[in-house]
């Protein structure tokens, strides 16, 4: 390795014995520079042989120079010398001889020559490692063969030799140049005087090759060299050099030529003029060789010279280079005649004279450097010349020229006064402008001078600009610059400000302020006032004029005074109005923006502590009233305004107490003891005070009966001022329920729980009836009810006969056991009479009789029936027995039957009736359809008998219809109107309520007779889902709909009016936080965060303060970002600024520029890359979302699915036996997974005709070309379906207190993306009419009006069990009950009443599933939609329907026969009438035909109902020809049935079931008026008002082709 360093970086070579070292295999080199710049060199030699030993040689060289080392490496092997070059020595240098051995190891290198071992003298040296050195090389010495000997063994050695020539360089003799002077001849020889030839001569000059010519001749000969100069001259001074140069070396020899030459002049001097005061010089110049020696001398007059004198040289006068005489400041004193002398040694000295003659130019001698003038005033300004006549003296006034004659302000006079010129200038008056320096110049023929003036005109000064620091509520800060003081000292300033509608005569004065200080503070200013300011300044000359007139508008502050004229009026037991005027004006401080209520109540145990409200200023006069206080409790209120700045003092603490209300708490201790069987004492304790909110008034006491079918005996009550009463009068051996509730001035306060309590026994009353029958020629049986009024326990019976004839004197007794209600008594006589009475026992004693009866034995026994008719009432899902016992001979037939409308229907016995053989009627788990009378006869040979029983069963209670009334911070006021009791008493209200994000629901159990209730102790400004049922001795009825209000208040908000940072420094940063607004509601919390911008990291700060924070340790001179969150139970807002702290020296920073750095090219890159993350994600989300509603859809459809399949199997019950009355809607309960099904059937039954009802068609019928028309009936199941980014069906934004919410269209809303949209479940039936002459239908239609069918369809609704919608705007659902299993069977049945669909089987025929919202579904659009009875790809997403079709007919005949039933509105023609599948066929399908024409609203079809039906019929007869109402004539063959229609549905997710009609509507001109078209808005199945408005409009919606027959169709969504 070899290192080198150099600038710049060197290269290096390698050599070997001083040979190159070839580049090969075997030898590679490197090189490189390292950081330091070292060049570090590498050879690398692989695989050494013995040639690779000897001398290694590294060279590094640059441009510079270059350096070496070497070093020897042996390479073990036998030794051998390298060949050795012949070597060239130089005479008189030293020689190395190098002998070349490789191979190692050797023993000794020795040199010789001729034989002689060397060094044989002191100029040889052998070195160990074998280099001879020859010192001073000597030609015959050296010259010569030299033998380098290498002894390789003791005895073995190998030489090389090598041959040395030496070279004898030239030897130049030495040679002078003579001293020559100009045109002497010269001659200089330069002679070789040894050395090898050939020899070169040549001579240079000054290093310049010499060549002949220009009087210069060089002769050169073998060893000599001769160089001549003809004639001698200056040019050829210098040195000259004579060569010589062989093979061994070359030599020179220098030497130089001095010509000299006397002194000249070159420039002579002459006679000059000199100008005082300037630099003259005095030429002369001489040459000659040597340079001359110049002298100057001075004689000084003006006549002929006596004496030259030698010149002092002195800085004044100096001898130039080239001997020029220079005199820098000419004066007088140097005027006379100078002398240039010149000598050199050479030749004598030559000199020259001359005369200075000096002119004085123009000098100002005399005038003021400064001076002083009054503004207004004269002022004269002297100016004196001297100098060479004539004079000229100009004026000038900065760098203008003044001339008198252009203006008139100056004069300028001049006089002679000797050697002396006095010029004056005059100014009348001095003015501002003239305080400039003014010049007099002086100009003669040799010069000009200049004399400058500086004049200060002086006056009072210029007003200072004054400008306004900072405003507060009560000082101001100025600040003020001086711009012009008048060229006077400034000595003072004053400063004057008043009111602005005030003259200055009011003003207000700071005086004699520092003529150093230029800035002031103004303290003791009014806040929210607006100021003039104007200032003074002064200097000794006077008073400046008032500076410009600056308004400012002081801060508000606090106000200073409080509100006035405060008033407390109790408004209700919890409230306070407070009203009260603003402050004064002048203690205002600013616009009032609003108040702080505080109030606390002063009861003994209070904490005295305030509460605080706060309201904004609405006007001079205030109204507020305080919510949600104790009742009946004194409370201190006082009054604070406050505007931007802070709050104000407040007002004096003025009491008011709460107005009475009821108590809170029902007395205590309550007890009820039983006296006798008609009297009872209740006795009870105070309340506690505190719950009393009054002043107590006395006790009321509330006591009902209990009696044992369930029902409820009338509400009494007694009022007392004891606490302890005495029942009297009360029924005996009863149940009652006891409740005592305290009262006050403002009503009845809450009633103790209900306390039970027994009368005791006593005889019961007579038995309710009495009957008696013979059964035989000698016996007779007798029967009874028992007593109306038990007053205890029956015992047992007594029964008493006597014969008035028989003359026996005591009656008979018989005694039987409580459960027997007859006796036969035997052994009479026949043809006598018998009297018979009966008694009950109780544990009191026999009570009283009964009527009495009497009966003789007959020897015929006719029918007669012993039990007793009535009214039998019961709860529904109970078994009721109707007894119908009877006796005859023989023994009699029963038979039951159910009075309809007007027959008398038989009882079938099935699983639900059940006739056993004494003749009762069992009813298995009643149900309200099952209410009505009952008539059961009894029949034999000899007569019969009959009974009617009215059996009533009683339902839960319906819905209740809940509003709002009334809403404040804390409470919700509901009011409700009960909905039917189910034919029991209510007996009270469940009332559940929860807030709107939560399914956890609070129950609160309600009073029968309240009918509103308050909730309280709310969150404030929170919505609530509130719900209510009532409950009657079956069970609780149905929910009413959920309906959702909300408390006042909102979520905290920051007002803009309000500065947020009332002070900011290098480090802490003070925050206002009383601009946070707390929407009504209390703030809980505010979360400070904030942090240096371009800083990630932000710091929190939580204070529950709502005035001031302060953010400490902060960094100086840095801009920060804010951000706050304020919380309340309202939710939270939010607010963000910046600001910036100071720097060290309190000043501001400028605002951040927009360069973007390297952090900001991460939050740009950061910003882009977000919502491309979020949206690839959303967009995931929303695919999974999608999946997992699909496979729930799925699910439900199997399920939906599996229902119906078991319906169809397990409920296959006729409906033969007719219904008479008006049924009671059933109501049931069916869990489906996450939807609880809700069906009612709303309308009862009827039939049309007695079994079928016939209708003849002929066969031209079916050629008319008249629109046909199709319909529709069917039983729709609604419910609400969990469906997001839908629009609401019922906007509940906009709920008022004491109104419904209103329903609406629905639109796709921003505002909410939670709500929901009904789906349903339809059971549809279509019919048509078929080209059979006779049609025949057993289809029962529902309910009448005066005998015609114009219902529109049987309306059911399902409601979800939780209502688990999380948007406010929430359809509201219109059903929700609990029922039994069976009565969802009977609405399929009733869907299916078709005969043919008996044994139709339920399949899915189709499934669709979206998650898109259609507008159809939920918007109540007009575009045409299939209805839901279409087989064809639906117009609404996620479908699947569940159908149930009857086989399809084989062949065309079939369509002849097929039974259709009377539809609900009358069809236009005939091919509308057929079945879907009967279309299908090509025997019914005739070319042209139209499609079913448009079916006209609800209230024009009941109208032309009237019409078509005048009276009630079971067998119709459609006469040809009958026009139907509401549509356009036919043409003139066609033959139309009584026209019938539907109600359309609105296109709202699944409406009742429609009719499929045509999709193109009626001509224009055959459209019939809209009279007759009716409104264009129904409701659905008489659904509720809750239920949703509907909207239909006079165009169809296409029937499509190919559809099966009537289908009943079960659509989820």
Same mark, same amino acid.
């Given at each position: 390795?070899?290192?080198?360093? *150099?600038?710049?970086?060197p290269?290096?070579?390698?050599?070997?014995?001083?040979?190159?070292?070839? %580049?090969?295999?075997?030898?590679?080199?490197?090189?490189?520079?390292?950081?330091?710049?070292?060049?570090?060199?590498?050879?690398?030699?692989?695989?050494?042989?013995?040639?690779?030993?000897?001398?290694?040689?590294?060279?590094?060289?640059?441009s @510079?120079?270059?350096?070496e080392y070497?070093?020897?490496?042996?390479?073990?092997g036998?030794? =051998?010398?390298? +060949?050795?070059?012949?070597?060239?020595a130089?005479a008189?240098?030293?020689? &190395?001889?190098?002998?070349?051995?490789?191979?190692?190891?050797?023993?000794?290198?020795k040199w010789?020559k001729?034989?002689?071992?060397?060094?044989?003298?002191?100029?040889?040296?052998?070195?160990?490692? #074998?280099?001879?050195?020859?010192?001073?090389?000597?030609?015959?010495?050296?010259?010569?063969?030299?033998?380098?000997?290498?002894?390789?063994?003791?005895q073995l050695?190998?030489?090389?030799?090598?041959?040395?020539?030496?070279?004898?360089?030239?030897?130049i003799?030495?040679?002078?140049?003579?001293?020559?002077?100009?045109?002497?001849?010269?001659?200089?020889?330069?002679?070789?005087?040894?050395?090898d030839?050939?020899?070169?001569?040549?001579?240079?000059?000054?290093?310049?090759?010499?060549?002949?010519?220009?009087?210069?001749?060089?002769?050169?000969?073998?060893f000599?060299?001769?160089?001549?100069?003809?004639?001698?001259?200056?040019?050829?001074n210098g040195?000259?050099?004579?060569?010589?140069?062989?093979?061994?070396a070359?030599?020179?020899?220098e030497?130089?030529?001095?010509?000299?030459?006397?002194?000249?002049?070159?420039?002579?001097?002459?006679?000059?003029?000199?100008?005082?005061?300037?630099?003259?010089?005095?030429?002369?110049?001489?040459?000659?060789y040597?340079?001359?020696?110049v002298?100057?001398?001075?004689?000084?007059?003006s006549?002929?010279?006596q004496?030259?004198?030698?010149i002092?040289?002195?800085?004044?006068?100096?001898?130039?280079?080239?001997?020029?005489?220079?005199?820098r400041?000419?004066?007088e004193?140097?005027?006379?005649?100078?002398?240039?002398?010149?000598?050199?040694?050479?030749?004598?000295?030559?000199?020259k004279?001359?005369?200075?003659?000096?002119?004085?130019?123009?000098?100002?001698t005399?005038?003021?450097?400064?001076?002083?003038?009054?503004?207004?005033?004269?002022?004269?300004l002297?100016?004196?010349?001297?100098?060479e006549?004539?004079?000229?003296?100009?004026?000038?006034?900065?760098?203008?020229?003044?001339?008198?004659?252009?203006?008139?302000?100056?004069?300028?006079t001049?006089?002679?006064? *000797?050697d002396?010129?006095?010029?004056?200038?005059?100014?009348?008056?001095?003015d501002?402008?003239?305080?400039?320096?003014?010049s007099?110049h002086a100009?003669?023929?040799?010069?000009?001078?200049?004399?400058?003036?500086?004049l200060?005109?002086?006056?009072?000064?210029?007003?200072?600009?004054?400008?306004?620091r900072?405003?507060?509520?009560?000082?101001?800060?100025l %600040?003020?610059?001086?711009?012009f003081? !008048?060229?006077?000292?400034?000595?003072?300033?004053?400063?004057?400000?008043?009111?602005?509608?005030?003259?200055?005569?009011?003003?207000?004065?700071?005086?004699?302020?520092?003529?150093?200080?230029?800035?002031?503070?103004i303290?003791d200013?009014?806040?929210?006032?607006v100021?003039?300011?104007?200032?003074?300044?002064?200097?000794?000359?006077?008073?400046?004029?008032?500076?410009?007139?600056?308004?400012?508008?002081?801060?508000?502050a606090?106000?200073? #005074?409080?509100?006035?004229?405060?008033?407390?009026?109790?408004?209700?037991?919890?409230?306070?109005?407070?009203?009260?005027?603003?402050p004064? $004006?002048?203690?205002?401080?600013?616009?009032?923006?609003?108040?702080?209520?505080?109030?606390?109540?002063?009861?003994?145990?209070?904490?005295?502590?305030?509460?605080?409200v706060?309201?904004?200023?609405?006007?001079?006069?205030?109204?507020?009233?305080?919510?949600?206080?104790?009742?009946?409790?004194?409370?201190?209120?006082?009054?604070?305004?406050?505007?931007?700045?802070?709050?104000?003092p407040?007002?004096?603490?003025?009491?008011?107490?709460?107005?009475e209300?009821?108590?809170?708490?029902?007395?205590?201790?309550v007890?009820?003891?039983?006296?006798?069987?008609?009297v009872?004492?209740?006795?009870?304790s105070e309340?506690?005070?505190?719950?009393?909110?009054?002043?107590?008034? !006395?006790?009321?006491?509330?006591?009902?009966?209990l009696?044992?079918?369930?029902?409820w005996g009338?509400?009494?009550n007694i009022?007392?001022?004891?606490?302890?009463?005495?029942?009297r009068?009360?029924? $005996?051996?009863?149940?009652?329920?006891?409740?005592?509730?305290?009262?006050?001035?403002?009503?009845?306060?809450?009633?103790?729980?209900?306390?039970?309590?027994?009368?005791?026994?006593?005889?019961?009353g007579?038995?309710?009836?009495?009957k008696?029958?013979?059964?035989?020629?000698?016996?007779?049986?007798?029967?009874?009810?028992?007593p109306?009024?038990p007053? #205890?326990?029956?015992?047992k019976?007594?029964i008493?006969?006597s014969?008035p #004839?028989?003359?026996?004197?005591?009656?008979?007794?018989?005694?039987?056991?409580?459960?027997?209600?007859?006796?036969?008594i035997?052994?009479?006589?026949?043809?006598?009479?018998?009297?018979?009475?009966?008694?009950?026992?109780?544990? +009191?004693?026999?009570g009283?009789?009964?009527?009495?009866?009497?009966?003789?034995?007959?020897?015929?026994?006719?029918?007669?029936?012993?039990?007793?008719?009535?009214?039998?009432?019961?709860?529904?899902?109970?078994?009721?027995?109707?007894?119908?016992?009877?006796?005859g001979?023989?023994?009699?037939?029963?038979?039951?039957?159910?009075d309809?409308?007007?027959?008398?229907?038989?009882?079938?016995?099935?699983?639900?009736?059940?006739?056993?053989?004494n003749?009762?009627?069992?009813?298995?788990?009643?149900?309200?359809?099952?209410?009505?009378?009952?008539?059961?006869?009894?029949?034999?040979?000899w007569?019969?008998?009959?009974?009617?029983?009215?059996?009533?069963?009683?339902v839960?209670?319906d819905?209740? %219809?809940?509003?709002?009334? $009334?809403?404040s911070a804390?409470?919700?006021t509901?009011?409700?109107?009960?909905?039917?009791n189910?034919?029991?008493?209510?007996?009270?209200?469940?009332?559940?309520?929860?807030?709107?994000?939560?399914?956890?629901?609070?129950?609160?159990?309600?009073?029968?007779?309240?009918?509103?209730?308050?909730?309280?102790?709310?969150?404030?400004?929170?919505?609530?889902?509130?719900?209510?049922?009532?409950?009657?001795?079956?069970?609780?009825?149905?929910i009413?709909?959920?309906?959702?209000?909300?408390?006042?208040?909102?979520e905290?908000?920051?007002?803009?009016?309000?500065?947020?940072?009332?002070?900011?420094?290098?480090?802490?940063?003070?925050?206002?936080l009383?601009?946070?607004?707390?929407?009504g509601?209390?703030?809980?919390?505010?979360?400070?965060?904030?942090?240096?911008?371009?800083?990630?990291?932000?710091?929190s700060?939580?204070?529950?303060s709502?005035?001031?924070?302060?953010?400490?340790?902060?960094?100086?001179?840095?801009?920060?970002?804010?951000?706050m969150?304020?919380?309340?139970?309202?939710g939270?807002?939010?607010?963000?600024?910046?600001?910036?702290?100071?720097?060290?020296?309190?000043?501001?920073?400028?605002p951040?520029?927009?360069?973007?750095?390297?952090?900001?090219?991460?939050k740009?890159?950061?910003?882009?890359?977000?919502? @491309?993350?979020?949206?690839?994600l959303?967009?995931?989300?929303?695919f999974?979302? %999608?999946?997992?509603?699909k496979?729930?859809?799925?699910?439900?459809l199997?399920?939906?699915?599996?229902?119906?399949?078991?319906?169809?199997?397990?409920?296959?019950?006729?409906?033969?036996?007719?219904?008479?009355?008006?049924?009671?809607?059933?109501?049931?309960?069916?869990?489906?997974?996450?939807?609880q099904?809700l069906?009612?059937?709303?309308?009862?039954?009827k039939?049309?005709?007695?079994?079928?009802?016939?209708?003849?068609?002929?066969?031209?019928e &079916?050629?008319?070309?008249?629109?046909?028309?199709?319909?529709?009936?069917?039983?729709?199941?609604?419910?609400p379906?969990?469906?997001?980014?839908?629009?609401?069906?019922?906007?509940?934004?906009?709920?008022?207190?004491?109104?419904n919410?209103?329903?609406?269209?629905?639109?796709k809303?921003?505002?909410?993306?939670?709500?929901?949209?009904?789906?349903?479940?339809?059971?549809?039936?279509?019919?048509?009419?078929?080209?059979?002459?006779?049609?025949?239908?057993?289809?029962?239609?529902?309910?009448?009006?005066?005998?015609?069918?114009?219902?529109?369809?049987?309306?059911?609704?399902?409601?979800?069990s939780?209502?688990?919608?999380?948007?406010?705007?929430?359809?509201?659902?219109?059903?929700?009950?609990?029922?039994?299993?069976e009565?969802?069977?009977?609405a399929?049945?009733?869907? $299916?009443?078709?005969?043919?669909?008996?044994?139709?089987?339920?399949?899915?025929?189709?499934? &669709?599933?979206?998650?898109?919202?259609s507008?159809q579904?939920?918007?109540?659009t007009?575009?045409?939609?299939?209805?839901?009875?279409?087989?064809?790809?639906?117009?609404?997403? *996620?479908?699947?329907?569940?159908?149930?079709?009857p086989?399809?007919?084989?062949? =065309?005949?079939?369509?002849?026969?097929?039974?259709?039933p009377?539809?609900?509105?009358?069809?236009?023609?005939?091919?509308?009438?057929?079945?879907?599948y009967?279309?299908?066929?090509?025997?019914?399908?005739?070319?042209?035909?139209?499609?079913?024409?448009?079916v006209?609203?609800?209230?024009?079809?009941?109208?032309g109902?009237?019409?078509?039906?005048?009276?009630?019929?079971?067998?119709?007869?459609?006469?040809?020809?009958?026009?139907?109402?509401?549509?356009?004539?036919?043409?003139?063959?066609?033959?139309t049935?009584?026209?019938?229609?539907?109600?359309?549905?609105?296109?709202?997710?699944?409406?009742?079931?429609?009719?499929?009609?045509?999709?193109a509507?009626?001509?224009?001109?055959?459209?019939?008026?809209?009279?007759?078209?009716?409104?264009?808005?129904?409701?659905?199945?008489?659904?509720?008002?809750?239920?949703?408005?509907?909207?239909?409009?006079?165009?169809?919606?296409?029937?499509?082709?190919?559809?099966?027959?009537?289908?009943?169709?079960?659509?989820?969504?």
């Open positions: 390795m070899c290192a080198a360093k *150099g600038a710049p970086p290269t290096v070579t390698w050599a070997l014995d001083d040979e190159p070292i070839p %580049r090969d295999s075997g030898h590679r080199t490197n090189q490189y520079t390292m950081s330091d710049g070292t060049t570090v060199s590498h050879m690398n030699v692989t695989s050494p042989q013995i040639k690779d030993g000897g001398v290694y040689r590294c060279t590094a060289r640059n @510079v120079g270059s350096a070497q070093a020897r490496i042996n390479v073990r036998p030794p =051998s010398i390298r +060949a050795m070059k012949n070597i060239t130089v008189g240098r030293d020689t &190395f001889i190098n002998c070349r051995v490789i191979g190692y190891p050797y023993y000794s290198i010789y001729d034989s002689l071992l060397l060094p044989d003298n002191h100029r040889q040296v052998v070195f160990e490692n #074998g280099t001879l050195k020859l010192m001073d090389v000597q030609k015959g010495m050296d010259e010569g063969e030299y033998l380098c000997s290498v002894l390789i063994q003791p050695s190998i030489s090389q030799s090598v041959h040395v020539t030496v070279k004898v360089p030239p030897l003799q030495p040679f002078e140049f003579p001293p020559a002077s100009i045109g002497q001849l010269l001659y200089i020889p330069c002679v070789v005087s040894s050395g030839m050939p020899i070169h001569i040549t001579w240079r000059k000054d290093g310049h090759v010499i060549l002949s010519g220009s009087g210069v001749t060089i002769e050169s000969k073998e000599m060299s001769s160089l001549q100069i003809s004639s001698v001259s200056l040019k050829h040195n000259y050099t004579c060569i010589a140069s062989n093979d061994a070359t030599v020179s020899r030497r130089q030529l001095i010509v000299r030459v006397p002194p000249r002049f070159v420039v002579q001097p002459n006679n000059q003029d000199g100008i005082y005061g300037k630099a003259g010089v005095l030429n002369c110049s001489v040459d000659g040597p340079p001359p020696k002298m100057w001398k001075h004689a000084k007059g006549g002929n010279p004496q030259y004198h030698p002092p040289l002195t800085g004044r006068i100096q001898i130039l280079p080239n001997s020029s005489l220079l005199i400041h000419v004066l004193e140097d005027i006379g005649y100078y002398l240039c002398q010149a000598s050199n040694g050479v030749g004598t000295d030559i000199s004279s001359m005369f200075l003659t000096v002119k004085i130019p123009a000098m100002i005399s005038h003021p450097n400064t001076t002083i003038a009054i503004k207004g005033q004269t002022k004269e002297n100016c004196t010349a001297r100098g006549r004539p004079i000229i003296i100009r004026w000038e006034k900065g760098d203008t020229v003044i001339d008198p004659d252009r203006n008139m302000r100056y004069a300028i001049t006089k002679d006064n *000797g002396e010129v006095i010029s004056t200038l005059k100014l009348k008056p001095a501002r402008g003239d305080s400039v320096f003014f007099c100009i003669n023929s040799y010069g000009e001078d200049r004399g400058l003036i500086q200060t005109v002086q006056e009072p000064p210029d007003p200072p600009e004054l400008e306004i900072e405003v507060k509520a009560r000082s101001m800060n %600040r003020w610059t001086q711009r003081d !008048g060229n006077s000292i400034i000595t003072g300033f004053d400063i004057e400000y008043k009111n602005k509608s005030d003259s200055w005569d009011f003003k207000q004065s700071t005086r004699n302020i520092s003529p150093t200080i230029n800035q002031a503070n303290v200013l009014h806040p929210a006032s100021y003039s300011i104007r200032m003074y300044s002064f200097n000794k000359i006077g008073r400046s004029e008032p500076s410009k007139e600056l308004t400012i508008s002081t801060e508000e606090a106000p200073d #005074g409080p509100p006035m004229d405060v008033t407390l009026q109790p408004m209700t037991s919890q409230s306070i109005q407070v009203t009260w005027k603003a004064k $004006k002048e203690l205002q401080n600013g616009v009032i923006r609003g108040y702080q209520i505080g109030y606390r109540e002063n009861s003994p145990g209070s904490n005295g502590q305030y509460s605080i706060e309201m904004k200023a609405t006007g001079d006069s205030e109204v507020y009233t305080l919510d949600n206080l104790k009742k009946f409790a004194q409370y201190g209120v006082v009054v604070q305004a406050f505007n931007r700045a802070g709050t104000g407040s007002s004096s603490e003025i009491n008011a107490t709460t107005l209300d009821v108590p809170s708490q029902p007395p205590e201790n007890r009820a003891i039983s006296i006798t069987s008609d009872a004492v209740i006795s009870w309340p506690p005070r505190s719950t009393l909110n009054g002043v107590l008034k !006395g006790y009321r006491v509330i006591f009902w009966s009696y044992m079918d369930g029902e009338e509400m009494q009022t007392t001022t004891r606490e302890r009463v005495e029942l009068g009360m029924e $005996k051996f009863t149940n009652y329920s006891v409740q005592v509730l305290a009262y006050t001035q403002a009503g009845d306060g809450v009633r103790s729980s209900v306390l039970y309590i027994q009368t005791k026994e006593d005889i019961p007579p038995p309710a009836g009495i008696a029958v013979p059964s035989s020629a000698s016996s007779v049986v007798v029967s009874w009810l028992p109306a009024k007053n #205890g326990i029956i015992r019976y007594t008493f006969c014969s #004839g028989s003359g026996q004197p005591a009656p008979s007794e018989y005694e039987t056991s409580p459960d027997q209600l007859f006796y036969r035997a052994h009479l006589n026949r043809g006598q009479q018998y009297m018979l009475w009966v008694a009950a026992v109780t544990s +009191a004693g026999r009283n009789i009964s009527e009495k009866v009497t009966i003789e034995p007959a020897g015929k026994a006719p029918a007669k029936i012993i039990s007793f008719g009535g009214t039998v009432t019961t709860p529904w899902m109970k078994d009721v027995r109707l007894p119908c016992n009877s006796v001979e023989p023994v009699p037939a029963i038979k039951w039957t159910k309809s409308e007007d027959s008398a229907i038989p009882v079938t016995v099935d699983g639900h009736r059940l006739i056993q053989a003749g009762t009627l069992v009813l298995r788990s009643v149900k309200a359809e099952d209410s009505g009378y009952y008539t059961c006869t009894a029949t034999n040979t007569g019969f008998d009959t009974i009617i029983i009215n059996l009533l069963v009683q839960p209670p819905q209740p %219809r809940l509003t709002v009334s $009334k809403t804390s409470s919700i509901l009011a409700w109107i009960p909905g039917d189910g034919g029991s008493s209510i007996r009270g209200f469940v009332l559940q309520y929860s807030v709107d994000n939560s399914e956890e629901w609070k129950d609160v159990f309600i009073s029968s007779s309240e009918r509103s209730f308050k909730l309280e102790s709310l969150k404030c400004g929170t919505w609530y889902k509130v719900k209510l049922a009532a409950k009657n001795s079956v069970g609780a009825g149905r009413s709909e959920i309906i959702e209000a909300k408390t006042h208040g909102r905290p908000s920051f007002s803009k009016d309000q500065h947020l940072f009332t002070h900011i420094n290098s480090t802490h940063a003070r925050l206002n009383q601009g946070w607004s707390s929407g509601c209390p703030i809980t919390a505010i979360v400070l965060e904030y942090r240096p911008k371009g800083n990630w990291v932000w710091q700060l939580r204070t529950n709502s005035s001031e924070v302060f953010l400490t340790e902060l960094r100086e001179a840095t801009w920060y970002e804010l951000r969150k304020a919380c309340n139970s309202a939270c807002g939010n607010e963000s600024a910046q600001f910036a702290t100071l720097d060290y020296d309190g000043s501001t920073i400028p951040i520029k927009s360069a973007q750095g390297e952090g900001d090219d991460v740009k890159l950061f910003t882009i890359a977000c919502p @491309v993350i979020l949206a690839t959303g967009v995931a989300l929303l999974i979302i %999608r999946k997992k509603r496979e729930k859809r799925l699910k439900r199997r399920d939906a699915k599996s229902l119906a399949e078991m319906l169809i199997s397990k409920n296959n019950r006729s409906f033969d036996t007719p219904v008479k009355g008006p049924p009671q809607g059933p109501r049931l309960h069916i869990d489906i997974p996450r939807v099904l069906i009612e059937d709303k309308e009862g039954i039939q049309l005709g007695d079994d079928k009802a016939t209708i003849p068609v002929t066969d031209t &079916f050629s008319q070309a008249v629109n046909p028309q199709s319909f529709c009936t069917g039983v729709s199941l609604h419910h379906a969990l469906i997001q980014n839908t629009g609401p069906l019922i906007d509940m934004s906009d709920i008022r207190p004491g109104t919410p209103v329903s609406r269209k629905s639109v809303s921003a505002h909410s993306t939670r709500n929901r949209y009904s789906s349903q479940w339809t059971l549809t039936k279509c019919q048509a009419s078929t080209p059979a002459r006779t049609l025949t239908s057993d289809w029962r239609t529902v309910g009448s009006q005066h005998g015609i069918t114009v219902t529109e369809s049987d309306s059911y609704s399902a409601s979800l939780q209502d688990t919608d999380k948007g406010r705007n929430s359809m509201v659902s219109t059903e929700s009950a609990s029922s039994t299993y009565e969802l069977a009977r399929y049945e009733h869907a $299916k009443l078709e005969e043919q669909l008996q044994h139709a089987k339920f399949e899915i025929t189709e499934c &669709f599933i979206s998650d898109s919202s507008d579904m939920t918007t109540g007009t575009d045409n939609a299939d209805s839901m009875t279409s087989m064809s790809t639906p117009s609404e997403p *996620g479908i699947c329907r569940f159908t149930a079709s086989p399809k007919p084989q062949d =065309s005949e079939r369509g002849k026969s097929v039974a259709v009377i539809p609900h509105r009358a069809s236009k023609s005939d091919y509308c009438n057929l079945p879907l009967a279309k299908s066929e090509a025997f019914f399908r005739k070319p042209g035909s139209e499609p079913c024409p448009v006209p609203p609800r209230e024009a079809s009941i109208r109902l009237a019409r078509a039906y005048p009276a009630p019929a079971r067998h119709l007869t459609l006469e040809p020809g009958a026009k139907p109402l509401g549509l356009p004539p036919p043409a003139p063959t066609a033959t049935l009584p026209q019938r229609t539907l109600p359309m549905p609105s296109t709202t997710s699944a409406a009742a079931a429609a009719p499929a009609s045509s999709a509507p009626a001509p224009a001109a055959t459209e019939p008026p809209a009279a007759e078209r009716g409104p264009t808005h129904s409701k659905v199945g008489g659904s509720r008002d809750s239920l949703l408005e509907m909207s239909t409009s006079g165009v169809g919606r296409s029937q499509k082709q190919g559809a099966g027959a009537y289908s009943k169709s079960y659509t989820l969504v």
